[in-house]
Structure formats: structure tokens, C-alpha cells
């Protein structure tokens, strides 16, 4: 299937045997090598078909099928760990699986320091490459035409916003208080919710809303109706592998960004203009102190997104492949 981009074609396989409720075993082994073998089989037929020879087999976080790439002989065998595996579905078998995936690839590429602390004990070459953001559309917030975006008609600002989906990862006991604490503040989430995850009592709180899903083409218009943008993620050993894009699409269009302290790698790569906080009552402060820093530090703002674009990361990425090859 051809796609917007000229060179980017989608190729999608055969129907595969559903095998996960399985237990771990032989016999899960041996029907998973069936569908792996389904899948070489398509691949096969159009490597043939367009007599490709060279080539480079990405796997970008499949680990469900950690035996595709080899029998296909690619010139180099890669796979991209881009988060932990923490859902039931994906750690039944997937633990195994990835430590087989990562042991096997010629190169392990990881999107945060965690994630390649810990993969790099498996395989000695792994790298660090983090996530990035699409600066083009995220700084279209601050052209003059963007409209803010009309779900928040009617919101008493200032506005605390946060753009993504609501679920595990959020620090709601945190953000109950910061919202009771700071009640001159609205608190705005924007994204899917997952409604097991929300405390009993959080949706009650004046000044707290939720907007509902949106596209991701509606973000610009969102976040340019925050005054403050969050990141407001538990401090686990899940977060401590997350490096998340909405922190430089925040910063690209401009906003000043308050966190929790979930991930002090992200230090790095934001300096000061990110404020990272451990209690509810240093993240209301920190609240307060963006909302009179806005515009003076708007330069760094945006000159720190820019340093952190997908085309750099492109850059990055095609380097490391290129060295090993």
C-alpha cells in the first residue's frame, strides 16, 4: 500500500494463528515459529519480487516475533526498544522474547537511558537514541492564525494543560493536590482517558476538566490555549524509562513546562527550562513561577526543541546504522 510519503510502502502479512493465551512452552514455541514463518513467507515474495538483496531489517518494538529477521539474512538485524513491557498481554511471553530479540540483533537501539542501561547487559551493542519531536507541527502553535482551540471556551484561566493519554503513568494523588492547592488555576487534560486509573473524586474538583480524545492534528490549537503545560507522571521504574515526545512538542510551541522528577535523564536535554518537582507543593510553585516566565524565555524554549527534532534523530539513527554496516 503507497502512503503520503513516495518512498514508504505498507506491506501487510498473512492472517496469523492468535497464540498468546498459551502457556509459556514447546508448545507455544512451536506455533510461534508458524507465524513467523508465515510472515518471511510475504516477506520473502517481495524481496523476490523486486530483486532486493541488501537490506537492513529494523524490528521497531514487535518483540511478539523475536525470529523473523535472521532466516531473512539482512545485512544488519535491528531492533528499536522503545518502552518496558508492562501490560499482562505483552509480558507473558514477551519478556522471553525480547531477551532472545535483543541477544540476537547486530544492534540494539533504545529510546531512553534506561531502556539501553539495561538491554546493553544482553547485548554489548546498544545505543542510546532518544524520542524527538515533530517541531513543524507542534510550533504552529504560535502562529497568529492558530485558533485555541474551542474545548476550552469557557475555562477561567490560567490553564495547566496536559496533551496525551490519561492513564497508569499519571501522579493523580500529585495533581488532586497541586489542583486543591492552587484553586485560582484551571487543570485541563486532554487525550483518552482510562477510566480505571481515575480516582474516585478526582473528576469532581472545580477546576479540573477533561476534553475527550482529540486528533493529533487539533494538538497545536490545544496547547496553544495552555498557559502552563505538564508532564505529571509517577516516579517508577516504569517512568524512569520514559522519554516522552510531548516534552519537546510542548517546548515548540513555546510553553513553559512543569514535571514530576520521573525521569532525571530528561536534565539532559532540557537544562532549566524544564522544571521537575518531587512534591505537590513544589510543582504549585513551579506553576506559578511559569506563568510569570513565559514570554522572556520563549528564545530557549524553542531553541531546545530544536535541538531534539525527528530530522536530528534521523541523522543520528542512519549514522549508528551506517558505522555497522
Request: with cysteine.
Amino acid at each position: 500500500m503507497s502512503t503520503a510519503s513516495e518512498k514508504l510502502k505498507v506491506l501487510f502479512t498473512f492472517p496469523l494463528l492468535p497464540v498468546n493465551f498459551l502457556p509459556e512452552g514447546v508448545i507455544y514455541r512451536f506455533f510461534l515459529r508458524i507465524n513467523e514463518r508465515l510472515i518471511r513467507s510475504r516477506l520473502k515474495a517481495v524481496l523476490k519480487a523486486r530483486d532486493i538483496r541488501d537490506f537492513i531489517f529494523i524490528n521497531s518494538f514487535n518483540f511478539h516475533y523475536p525470529g523473523v529477521a535472521i532466516p531473512l539474512s539482512p545485512r544488519l538485524s535491528v531492533y528499536h526498544c522503545v518502552d518496558p513491557l508492562i501490560v499482562p498481554y505483552d509480558r507473558r511471553h514477551g519478556i522471553i522474547s525480547e531477551r532472545r530479540l535483543v541477544a540476537k540483533s547486530d544492534l540494539v537501539i533504545c529510546t531512553s537511558k534506561q531502556l539501553y542501561e539495561e538491554k546493553r547487559m544482553e547485548n554489548p551493542n546498544t545505543y542510546f537514541i532518544p524520542n524527538a519531536a515533530d517541531l513543524a507541527h507542534s510550533s504552529s502553535a504560535l502562529r497568529d492564525d492558530m485558533p485555541i482551540s474551542p474545548l476550552l471556551e469557557g475555562i477561567t484561566r490560567p490553564i495547566a494543560g496536559y496533551f496525551g493519554n490519561i492513564e497508569r503513568r499519571m501522579d493523580f494523588e500529585l495533581l488532586a493536590e497541586v489542583a486543591r492547592q492552587n484553586m485560582q488555576m484551571s487543570f485541563v487534560f486532554a487525550g483518552p482517558v482510562s477510566e480505571e486509573y481515575i480516582p474516585e473524586g478526582f473528576r469532581n474538583q472545580k477546576n479540573i476538566f477533561f476534553t475527550g480524545r482529540l486528533p493529533y492534528q487539533e494538538m497545536p490549537g490545544m496547547i496553544k490555549g495552555f498557559d502552563v503545560a505538564m508532564i505529571p507522571f509517577k516516579r517508577d521504574t516504569v517512568s524512569r524509562t520514559i522519554f516522552p515526545l510531548k516534552l519537546f512538542e510542548y517546548l515548540g510551541a513555546g510553553k513553559p513546562v512543569v514535571a514530576t522528577d520521573f525521569n532525571p535523564d530528561l536534565v539532559e536535554f532540557t537544562g532549566d527550562t524544564v522544571a521537575y518537582c518531587a512534591t505537590p507543593a513544589e510543582f504549585g510553585r513551579a506553576l506559578m513561577l511559569a506563568l510569570d516566565d513565559n514570554a522572556s524565555r520563549l528564545a530557549e524554549r524553542l531553541r531546545i526543541a530544536s535541538e531534539n527534532t525527528w530530522e536530528k534523530r534521523l541523522s543520528e539513527f542512519s549514522a549508528l546504522l551506517h558505522s555497522f554496516l
